[in-house]
């Protein structure tokens, strides 16, 4: 599985940042995890930090997701 996560350097990027890592290592993902500090790119339409990218698609954009959240995209 690949998983990116596109955030800026606020506080909300903080937390999706750290979430993610919580929730990999909790489920015991097996995944290439890429976290950019940097606005994903825009295809098909506008993106918004955090972007969250689950095998080349994107599950989540411009929302704090809750760890319960993010454990839904990987189950």
């Known amino acids: ?9 606020n ?3 903080k937390i999706v940042e750290k979430r993610l890592k919580e929730v990999i ?8 995890v890429e ?3 940097q606005d994903p790119p825009t295809l098909n339409g ?3 930090t955090p972007t969250l990218v ?3 698609k994107v599950v989540s954009s411009g929302k704090v997701l809750s760890k319960q ?3 839904n995209f990987f189950l």
């Open 11 to 13: 506080i909300n990027g």
């Open 25 to 32: 290592n909790d489920i015991g993902l097996h995944a290439h």
């Open 54 to 56: 689950v095998n080349d």
């Open 35 to 37: 976290i950019h500090h």
């Open 46 to 48: 506008f993106y918004y």
């Open 69 to 71: 959240e993010m454990t």
């Open 1 to 9: 599985m690949e998983v990116k996560l596109f955030v800026s350097s």
